[in-house]
């Protein structure tokens, strides 16, 4: 049999996504012709798509060493390297295709995409629009493109993007679910007929198209105030999710216990670091507890600039001091004596991608209430916000939304939503008997009763001149907003959402009987 012969075998196994036996046959190939560029790209795609990332960057790169200017093997490490957080390395490769190729639709669909990870959404959408100029039927471009508008707070071009998407595809559940997330339905809204028909046909829809229809129904019919109809739909949402997800209660457990122990005897005041010139303005608490909605007030100030939720913090704590979901002490304790503030540097680093322009920054990812430890002595130039939210409300809120990343794997069950509160609330517990004045509580209620006396009071505590600006956050849209929290940070204040949890009492008892605080 030829090579070519073999490499169409390959690619068919390739397409049905056997992606162990396309490796075999890459290297199989590789032994009689070890630079043939092809089949080194393909075996890199196969070990990419089996999460096999290191090793794909080697055949990537092996790649490129033969065919310098292969702009079909650069985008391809440009998307792993992105994927292995080398984002200078996949931001420089995607400029170096579009030197090449301006035109290039690949490689202008994956930097838009990179610019919008890294929060330039102006940049993103210029690229995006290019796109489309080559290519205006690409439904994947143009619901990016809806996102985009979306994050910058164009909620009109948004939509009508969404529309775009769905003139060609009419099932085209993302741009359905898009278009309910901005949409406040009415009892004959055809949007929510629309859904209904496409839920119909179960059997042609993929499970994660039932969820993310199911959720979207739940919020249809909670605007229209039929809160059965609704909790049916969320619950139905969140056992399909549940069944398709890997989650292990027990981790909480184990990482809760690991931080106690490595913080308790620790002075977190006597132990601090030297820092930079950088101030982080660190938003924690648990998600859906209106940290999205305080950093775009904070944001809207002169002097700061919206980091976003950044991963950047946990991804350097899990990547060199955490194993089997336990810290380890003895390196946190190297760290603390070494005189390299090296935690602060790695993070300053990632920031360095952004384009912000100033020298505070705000990071709003709420999981980082578990390293306030690691805030306090790395990043002594810091404040520390807590968002606070009466605990139903913020439980509700999380049952009612479908979350992509897998570190909210908890949230899709109503024992583990209570679970997730309880560690959530204990571990702040211990942080506050630690450093409670470091740590400043803003009570969601509090700030929709009383706007102008709580904005004030926060402004002051991040050591900010006031700025009205603050005030007026919504008219701003300074920072974008990439979370499920958009809708509702792009408006003004509004005090519909406190005490939402009376509507689902019945209903969410398993939950709200395990919450240890009501």
Known sequence: MSINQKIKILQTKFQSKDFEKVINGCEEILKEEPNNVYVLNLCGLAFQNIN??????????????????????MNNLANTYKGLGKLS??????????????????????????????????????????????????????FNLATAYQGVGDLIKAKNEALKVLKIDPNNIP??????????????????????????????????????????LGKAYEDIKNFQKS???????????????????????TLSSSIIDVFKDLDLNKNSKESNNKNIIFIIGMPRSGTTLI??????????????????????ISENFLKENS????????????????????????????????????????????????IKIFFPN??????VRKPKDNCLSLFKNNFISSSMNWSFSQKNIARYYNFYYSLMRFWKSKISESIYDIH?????????????KLIRFCNLEWDKNCLNFHKKNKTPIKTVSVSQATKPLYGTSINASDYYEKNLKTMFKSIKIK
């Not at 090449?100 to 994956?110: G, P, T, V, Y």
């Not at 741009?175 to 009415?186: E, F, P, V």
């Not at 969601?444 to 004030?456: A, G, H, Q, S």
Request: charged share 30%.
């Open 231 to 253: 909790f049916n739909h969320f619950e139905l949402a969140n056992h399909l999710k549940n069944e398709h997800i890997k989650y292990d209660k027990e981790n909480l457990e």
């Open 382 to 387: 810091s404040k520390i916000i807590h968002c």
């Open 444 to 456: 969601y209620e509090n700030l929709i009763n009383n706007p102008d006396v709580e904005i004030k």
């Open 52 to 73: 096999k990332i290191e090793l794909s960057v080697k055949f990537f790169e092996r790649a490129i060493l033969i065919e310098k200017h292969n702009t079909s093997v």
């Open 175 to 216: 741009s359905h679910k898009l278009i309910s997330s901005m949409n406040k339905y009415h009892k004959d809204d055809p949007h929510l007929s629309e859904m209904e028909k496409i839920l119909i046909k179960e059997n042609k829809i993929s499970v994660e198209d039932k969820i993310d229809l199911h959720f979207s």
């Open 89 to 142: 390395l996949s931001k420089k490769l995607y400029l170096e295709v579009l030197k090449i190729d301006s035109k290039n639709l690949r490689a202008l669909h994956n930097f838009a995409n990179l610019k919008k990870y890294l929060m330039d959404f102006k940049g993103a959408i210029k690229l995006y629009v290019k796109a489309l100029s080559l290519d205006p039927k690409n439904i994947i471009i143009r």
């Open 327 to 374: 810290l380890i002490k003895l390196k946190i304790l190297d760290e603390i004596k070494n005189q390299n503030n090296n935690i602060e540097n790695q993070y300053n680093e990632l920031l360095n991608l952004h384009d912000f322009k100033s020298q505070i920054i705000t990071d709003k990812a709420p999981h980082n209430f578990k390293w306030i430890g690691f």
């Open 295 to 316: 950093e775009q007030i904070i944001s809207a100030h002169k002097n700061v600039s919206g980091g976003g939720e950044l991963i950047y913090l946990e991804d350097i």
